[in-house]
C-alpha cells in the first residue's frame, strides 16, 4: 500500500459534519484482490488486531465487519477500518468511514474516517498501512507501538481538561471556536464580538497582572500594602545571603523561586541551615532571586476567583503513598502513577507524581529514600508542597468558604488586576475566617488550572467552563450573521450586490469571492478566495460585523466548510461543470456538494433557493433552516404551493421585485432602478438581485430598506466587474465576462440576444480540467450562441496539452454546423482579443470570457485610448 496524499478536512464537508482525513492511496502490488482470496490474511489480522471484531461496519452489528472480510472485501475497505481501530485504542472516538475506488485499473482508493486529533488521525493512517504491508508479507505485526505512537500525538496536540472545559461549555451555548496555530490558543465566536484563551488566560486578562503574579516578591508586597495577610518574607540572591537572612526568622521558613509557577522549586517548613542550602540551590534552578518566608502552618487551598466572584474551592493534599511491606517508595510512586487518572503534565485530571529533588529532599527529611520500604499500613508524604502538577489530589469545599475568605480572594485578584486568578491560601479550616486563625494569602496565580474544581479526587465537580464562557460572553453567543453563497454560477454577483447592501446599513462587511478578500472596500488580499481559509481570515478579523462568504464547490471538497453554521445560505443554481473531479461525476453528486451550505444553517436561520433551476428547488428537504424561494416566474407552482403555507418568496415579474408572505406582497423596486439587471433583460442578473434580497430580508431588513440599499447597483463600473462588464466602442460594443461553463455562456447570450446587434462574436475558452463531455456541451452552446468564434486556451493548461481543448471545441461546433470559415484558433488570450476588435463591424457585439481581466480591459482601453469605459444604461 502507498500512500500518495493525506489531507485534513476540518469542516463540516462532503462527507461528515465533523472533520474527517481524507487519503489518496494505490493498492496495485495487492493484485487486485479481495480479502477471502489472500488466504489466512483475514485469521491473522484479527489476531494482530483482534478488537476489529467488534466493528459493525454496513451490517449494523458487532461482527459485520468480519463479516464482510469473509465475504470479501477490498484491501482499501480493511486500511479505513485498521486506521480506525488503532485511533480507538489511542483513545479517539471515530464513528465514521467510507472508501471508495478512484481509479480501478490503478487500484487507487480514496479512505475516509472521521478524526478528533489531526496529528495523530494523520499519522493513523501511514500506520496502518504499514501495519498491513507487514501483515500481507507474511510478518505478525504489532499493533502496541502504533497506539503508543498515536496516544503520545492525541497527549501533545489535544486540549488539555481546562481547556476542554472551556470548550466544551462554549457547546453548549452555542458559541463557535476556532484553534489558532498549534498550541492552546482558541478563538471564541465570530468577528467583532470574537475573544480569545489561553487555558484559562483570556483576551481580557492584564498583561500587567500576569507579570506581577509571575514576581512572587512583587506579588507579597503589593498584597502586604493592600492591607492583605502574607507571609513575612525577603529576596536573596546567593547561599550567604540567605543564611544570613533566615537567622532573622524565629521558626520555620519556605524557600521558592522568586519567578515560578507550578510548585517548582519550592521547599517548605524548613528549620535546618543545611536544607536551607539545599532548598537554595533547587530554587535557584528556576530563578537566580529566592525568596525566603516564613512557614504557616494549616491546610493549603486554592480558592478560584472568575469576573470578580468565588466560583469554585479546593483543599489541595500532598501525594501520599501507603506502604504493603514489600515495595519501596519508589515503585509505590510508580504502580500510583499508572492510575489511568494520572497523565504526563496537565493531559488529564491528575499529574504523574514528579520524582525531582524537592521530593528527594522532603523524602530525606523524614527518613527516607526512593529505596526504602514502608512498613504494611504506613503512611508516607512525597512532597510536603500540595501543586496538582506534581502529583497532588484535591477535595472541594467550595460550599465550605466562609465569607470573609471568599472576599479576601476576590479582592487579592482585584488588586492584581486578574479576571481569572488562582488565590493560595493558608487556613487551619476554611468554614472560619481568615481573621480568626491567622490566614495568609501565600501566592495568587494567573492562568490557574482547574483540574482541581473539574474533578476533585474527592467532593462535588464544578463547571468553571461555563463560568469563564459566562464572563466572557454575558450575553448571546459570539456569533455574527453569516451568508454563506454558492451555486455553479452567479456567486460573484450575489455576493458582491449583497456586501453593498450591507454596507449601506452602516455595517462592517468581510466579504470572500473569487476576486479577493474585503472589508467594506478595502481589499486585503486579491485572487481566488471563494474557500474555507479566506473564511476564516474573515471571521477572524476583529472588525467584521457580518460576513458574506462566496462558498464554491472545489474548496467545500479540499478542506470542507471555514464556519460552523451560517445564518443565511443562498444556492443559486446547479448545472455541469466541474464533474470528474473530486470523485464527483454527475450532476446529482454536485447537487449534494452544494446542498452542504443549506444543511449547516441555524435551525432559526433560512436557506434560500432558486425555485427556477429543477437541481436547487428540491433540496429544501434537506435545509436545516426555513425556506425561501425566488423565482422569475410569479406563477411558479413550487412558489404558490410554498406561499400557500404562508411561505416566504421573493418574485420577479417583466418590471418589479416583490417580496411575499403567504398571501401579502410588498413592492421592493422596480428592475430598471437596478442597472445590472438591465431592465430586466439579464435574467440571470435579476435572478442574483433577488437571492440577494431574499437575504437581505432573511437578516431581518423590511422592503423600504431594501429597495434604498439595492437601487443603483451596476451604475458604478467597479461594482460588479468582470461580469457583463460593457463597453461602449466606435460603432460597436464590447462585453468582458467570466462565463467558464455551458450554463454560463447561454446566459450571457440570452442576455445579448435581447438588444440590437448584427453579430455575436465570441472569444472562448475553458479550463484544462474540464471532463471532455463539459467541454464538448460548452462548444454546442457557443456554436449556436455565436455568428463568429474566435477559441483561446488558458495560460494555465491544468493538466492538457496545448491546444487540446482549443481542438476539442473547434471540431464539436463543426460538428453542430458551425462553418469553418466562423472559427478560428488563436491561443493567446490577448491575442484572440485584439484580432477580435480589429475585425469587429457596426452593430456587432464582441464577448470575451476571460482567464485574466486586467490584460484584456488594458488592451479594451487602449483600442479606443479611453481610460474608463461608459457605461450606459441599458434599461433607457
Not at 485504542?89 to 475516509?112: D, F, H, N, P, Q
Not at 445560505?569 to 449534494?592: F, M, P, R, V
Not at 440599499?709 to 460588479?720: C, I, K, L, R
Request: net charge neutral.
Amino acid at each position: 500500500m502507498k500512500i500518495h496524499q493525506v489531507k485534513a478536512i476540518e469542516g463540516a464537508n462532503f462527507f461528515s459534519y465533523r472533520p474527517v482525513i481524507r487519503g489518496i492511496v494505490s493498492i496495485a502490488e495487492w493484485q487486485g484482490k479481495m480479502t477471502h482470496e489472500l488466504g489466512d490474511f483475514n485469521q491473522r489480522l484479527l489476531k494482530a488486531l483482534p478488537s476489529l471484531a467488534d466493528h459493525t461496519c454496513s451490517r449494523g452489528k458487532p461482527g459485520g465487519f468480519v463479516e464482510r472480510l469473509e465475504e470479501g472485501t477490498l484491501p482499501g475497505h480493511v486500511l479505513e477500518h485498521v486506521s480506525i481501530e488503532l485511533l480507538t485504542l489511542a483513545g479517539e472516538k471515530s464513528r465514521y468511514g467510507k472508501t471508495r475506488i478512484l481509479v480501478e485499473e490503478m487500484e487507487e482508493y480514496e479512505v475516509i474516517y472521521e478524526y478528533e486529533c489531526k496529528e495523530a488521525a494523520i499519522e493513523a493512517l501511514y500506520a496502518a498501512a504499514g501495519f498491513l504491508n507487514r501483515l500481507r508479507y507474511g510478518e505478525e505485526p504489532n499493533a502496541e507501538p502504533l497506539v503508543a505512537q498515536l496516544k503520545k500525538l492525541r497527549s501533545a496536540y489535544m486540549p488539555g481538561p481546562s481547556t476542554q472545559a472551556i470548550l466544551q461549555a462554549c457547546l453548549d451555548r452555542g458559541i463557535p471556536y476556532d484553534k489558532l496555530g498549534d498550541g492552546n490558543l482558541y478563538q471564541l465566536g465570530y468577528g467583532r464580538l470574537q475573544k480569545r484563551i489561553q487555558a484559562a488566560m483570556t483576551s481580557g486578562t492584564s498583561c500587567i497582572g500576569t507579570d506581577i503574579a509571575a514576581d512572587k516578591q512583587l506579588t507579597r508586597l503589593i498584597l502586604s500594602e493592600s492591607a492583605i495577610p502574607v507571609p513575612r518574607g525577603k529576596i536573596a540572591s546567593s547561599e550567604e545571603e540567605i543564611l544570613k537572612l533566615f537567622r532573622q526568622f524565629d521558626g520555620s521558613v519556605v524557600v521558592k523561586p522568586c519567578m515560578g509557577n507550578q510548585g517548582k522549586g519550592v521547599s517548605l517548613n524548613l528549620t535546618k541551615e543545611s536544607e536551607i542550602v539545599k532548598a537554595c540551590r533547587l530554587a535557584q534552578i528556576y530563578s537566580t532571586k529566592v525568596i525566603i518566608e516564613e512557614y504557616i502552618k494549616g491546610n493549603n487551598y486554592r480558592l478560584l476567583v472568575v469576573g470578580g466572584k468565588l466560583v469554585a474551592a479546593a483543599r489541595r493534599r500532598p501525594p501520599i503513598v501507603a506502604g504493603n511491606g514489600k515495595s519501596s517508595i519508589e515503585e509505590l510512586i510508580e504502580q500510583e502513577n499508572n492510575n489511568p487518572l494520572r497523565g504526563t503534565g496537565h493531559e488529564k485530571y491528575l499529574s504523574k507524581i514528579a520524582v525531582d529533588p524537592v521530593l528527594i529532599l522532603d523524602l530525606s527529611r523524614q527518613g527516607f529514600s526512593l529505596k526504602s520500604v514502608p512498613h504494611l499500613g504506613e503512611k508516607v508524604v512525597l512532597r510536603q508542597s500540595a501543586n496538582l502538577s506534581t502529583g497532588s489530589t484535591a477535595v472541594d469545599v467550595t460550599d465550605l468558604v466562609h465569607r470573609d475568605n471568599a472576599e479576601l480572594a476576590v479582592y487579592a485578584a482585584s488588586v492584581l488586576g486578574l479576571d481569572i486568578a488562582g488565590i493560595d491560601f493558608i487556613l487551619e479550616d476554611i468554614r472560619r475566617s481568615y481573621r480568626e486563625q491567622d490566614g495568609r494569602i501565600i501566592e495568587v496565580n494567573a492562568a490557574p488550572g482547574l483540574r482541581m474544581h473539574l474533578l476533585p479526587s474527592a467532593g462535588q465537580s464544578r463547571n468553571i467552563g461555563r463560568d469563564i464562557v459566562n464572563i466572557l460572553f454575558p450575553h448571546g453567543n459570539g456569533r455574527i450573521p453569516i451568508v454563506s453563497v454558492t451555486g455553479t454560477n452567479g456567486k460573484t454577483t450575489v455576493v458582491r450586490l449583497l456586501s453593498k447592501m450591507l454596507r449601506k446599513q452602516q455595517l462592517t462587511v468581510g466579504m470572500t469571492s473569487t476576486e479577493g478578500i474585503y472589508i467594506n472596500d478595502r481589499l486585503l488580499s486579491k485572487g481566488d478566495h471563494s474557500g474555507p481559509a479566506s473564511a476564516r481570515t474573515v471571521l477572524r478579523h476583529p472588525d467584521v460585523q457580518v460576513a458574506v462568504l462566496e462558498t464554491a464547490r472545489g474548496g467545500i471538497l479540499r478542506a470542507g466548510l471555514g464556519y460552523d453554521y451560517a445564518d443565511v445560505a443562498i444556492i443559486t443554481n446547479i448545472s455541469e461543470d466541474h464533474l470528474g473531479q473530486y470523485g464527483i461525476d454527475t450532476i446529482e453528486d454536485l447537487s449534494k456538494v452544494k446542498s452542504l451550505v443549506a444543511e449547516r444553517v441555524q435551525k432559526h436561520g433560512f436557506a434560500i433557493l432558486n425555485a427556477d433551476d429543477p437541481q436547487v428547488v428540491n433540496l429544501d428537504q434537506k435545509a436545516s433552516g426555513h425556506v425561501i424561494y425566488f423565482s422569475t416566474e410569479i406563477q411558479n407552482r413550487r412558489i404558490c404551493k410554498h406561499l400557500a403555507f404562508g411561505g416566504v418568496a421573493v418574485v420577479a415579474d417583466q418590471k418589479k421585485i416583490w417580496i411575499y408572505q403567504g398571501t401579502c406582497g410588498s413592492t421592493v423596486c422596480n428592475l430598471n432602478k437596478i442597472p445590472i439587471t438591465w431592465g430586466g433583460k439579464a435574467r440571470h442578473n435579476v435572478q442574483n438581485v433577488l437571492a440577494a434580497v431574499a437575504a437581505c430580508y432573511a437578516l431581518g431588513y423590511t422592503a423600504p430598506q431594501i429597495r434604498r440599499a439595492v437601487s443603483g447597483f451596476g451604475q458604478n463600473p467597479e461594482d460588479n466587474q468582470g461580469r457583463l462588464e460593457y463597453y461602449e466602442m466606435d460603432g460597436f460594443k464590447v462585453i468582458l465576462d467570466y462565463g467558464h461553463n455551458p450554463a454560463g455562456i447561454k446566459e450571457v447570450v440570452q442576455t445579448l440576444q435581447t438588444i440590437g446587434h448584427k453579430r455575436i462574436v465570441g472569444c472562448i475558452g475553458l479550463p484544462g480540467d474540464r471532463s471532455d463531455t463539459t467541454v464538448k456541451q460548452f462548444a454546442r452552446e457557443a456554436a449556436a450562441g455565436f455568428d463568429l468564434l474566435y477559441i483561446k486556451e488558458d495560460a494555465d493548461l491544468r493538466g492538457r496539452k496545448s491546444g487540446e481543448i482549443a481542438h476539442m471545441i473547434y471540431e464539436e461546433a463543426l460538428r453542430e454546423g458551425k462553418k469553418a470559415s466562423s472559427i478560428k484558433i488563436i491561443l493567446k488570450e490577448e491575442e484572440a482579443l485584439r484580432e477580435a476588435l480589429a475585425k469587429a463591424r457596426e452593430g456587432d457585439i464582441v464577448v470575451i470570457f476571460y482567464e485574466k481581466a486586467e490584460p484584456l480591459r488594458k488592451i479594451i482601453n487602449d483600442h479606443l485610448n479611453l481610460i474608463l469605459p461608459e457605461i450606459r444604461n441599458l434599461a433607457d
